[in-house]
C-alpha cells in the first residue's frame, strides 16, 4: 500500500478506535471463529492479526489458547490489551517476519486493508510463521472494488479472486464461503471468507 494510503487508514483507526470498538465487540463471530479453531490444536497458539477491539482473542483465550493480538492502530492496541488483560502488540502486518510459530492466524477483516498487489507478499509472510500444516483464516467484504472508501483503503475479493489468490502449492484449501456482516447496522452486505492451511515445500512437491 502507498505510504499515504496506509497512514490515512491507520489515522482513522486511531481517531475512530472507541467508536469501531464499541460497534465491533458484540458482533457474533462464533460460527467463523469455531470453524478456524476446529483446525487448531488444543491449547494451540493463535496470531490474531489485526485484533481491532480484541473481541476474537478474548474468545481464543477463553477456550483455552494462547493468543499473540496484534494491531497497526496503537489506539486499538491500548483498548484491546485492557480488553484481553495481556498487552496487544502495535506491528505493522508486513512487519510479521516469525518462522514456524503459530499454529493458526486468524486475520479477521484485517488483510483486506493490505494493497492488493502486496497480498501475495503478505501470505509469504503468513506461510513462513505458521507452523506445519498450520491453519489461516482470512475475510473480505465481497467484490472487485479495490481504493479508499469511507476514509480507509479496502481490497474486495470474490469468492474465486480469493480462491485464485491461495492457488499456489504452499497452501490447501480448506473451505471457502460466504457470509452476511454480523453488525447490526450493515444488514445485507456479503463477506468471503476463506481457510487455508500451510502446505510445506516438500509435501507440494
Known sequence: MEHGMRDTTLDYYNEHAAEFAAGTRSADMHEAA???????????YILDLGCGSGRDSRYFLEKGYRVTAVDGSPEL?????????????CRDFFDIKEADAYDGIWACASLLHAEKERLPELLANLHRALKAQGILYV??????????????????MTEDALRELFAEACWTEVSVWQSR?????????????????????????
Open 34 to 44: 469455531d470453524r478456524f479453531l476446529a483446525e487448531v490444536p488444543s491449547g494451540g
Open 139 to 156: 475475510s473480505f467484504k465481497e467484490g472487485t472494488f479495490s481504493g479508499m472508501r469511507n476514509g480507509r483503503y479496502f481490497a474486495d
Open 77 to 89: 492496541c491500548r483498548i484491546a490489551s485492557e480488553y484481553i488483560g495481556q498487552e496487544a502488540v
Open 181 to 205: 456482516d454480523v453488525r447490526a447496522d450493515h444488514p445485507g452486505e456479503l463477506w468471503v471468507n476463506g481457510l487455508f492451511r500451510k502446505v510445506s515445500s516438500e509435501s507440494a512437491r
